[in-house]
Nanobody, 124 residues
């Protein structure tokens, strides 16, 4: 069983930065995908940034060049560095993982392990 706990959310003005952290309860056995998803009010949950066990990241087009995902399996921590934040980045951010190989899909339904979420609010 994998338990995930996010931290680091908060309120920031547009153009600012935040770093989210996700503590992972166990070393993840390969292969795996782990990443960040977000859900804004009235919208579907979407994949933001996902990284595989080789360290290869994928990003949503809306955050490319602004967000950076990193994962230290030995330290059991996932990070999301967010810069140049925009009001449309406002959402609850979740970390999620699955223990399967292949392509790290951004489809949230493919991920069985989830954290409780952390709120990010960006004001204009």
């Amino acid at each position: 069983q994998v338990q995930l706990v996010e931290s680091g959310g908060g309120s920031v003005q547009a153009g600012g930065s935040l770093r989210l952290s996700c503590a992972v309860s166990t070393l993840l056995p390969t292969p795996y995908c782990i990443g960040w998803f977000r859900q804004a009010p009235g919208k579907e949950r979407e994949g933001v940034a996902i990284i595989d066990d080789d360290g290869t990241p994928t990003y949503a087009d809306s955050v490319k060049g602004r967000f950076t995902i990193s994962h230290d399996n030995g330290e059991r921590t996932l990070y999301l560095q967010m810069s140049s934040l925009k009001p449309e980045d406002t959402a609850v951010y979740y970390c999620a993982a699955h223990l399967s190989g292949g392509y790290c899909t951004p489809k949230y339904s493919e991920y069985p392990y989830w954290g409780q979420g952390t709120q990010v609010t960006v004001s204009s």
